[in-house]
């Protein structure tokens, strides 16, 4: 049985992008059986895992300008309170400078 999986988006009351998935199946295949042809010119972005910056990453224009830099802020304040956790840690448990 062929299936057909069909995404329409429109502007407006207009279509303004189709895409469609064919030929699917809900039974489990072999892993080299999964192929995807992506046409020529579709931007292509890798998950981080990261909410934000994967939405940041297909955003276009100042607002995605902004949610990268926040992104990169969030990323770098994360990694200096960790820094400075185990810093603090360090001093506490008078390890620090010691071999």
């Known amino acids: 049985m062929d299936s057909l ?4 988006s429109y502007a407006g009351d207009r279509p303004a992008s189709w895409a469609e998935l064919r030929d ?6 072999e892993p080299g059986e999964f ?3 992506v046409p ?3 931007p292509t972005v890798e998950e981080t895992g990261n909410p934000l910056a994967d939405a940041a990453a297909v955003m276009s224009g100042s607002t995605a300008y ?13 990694g200096a309170v960790s820094a400075t956790r185990s810093f ?4 506490r448990s ?6």
Do not use: K, M, N, Y
């Open 5 to 8: 999986l069909r995404l329409i």
């Open 24 to 29: 699917l199946r809900t039974e489990p295949g």
């Open 35 to 37: 192929r995807l042809l």
């Open 40 to 42: 020529p010119g579709v």
């Open 66 to 78: 902004a949610v990268r830099t926040a992104a990169t802020f969030a990323r770098r304040a994360g």
């Open 88 to 91: 603090l840690d360090d001093l």
């Open 94 to 99: 008078g390890s620090r400078g010691q071999p």
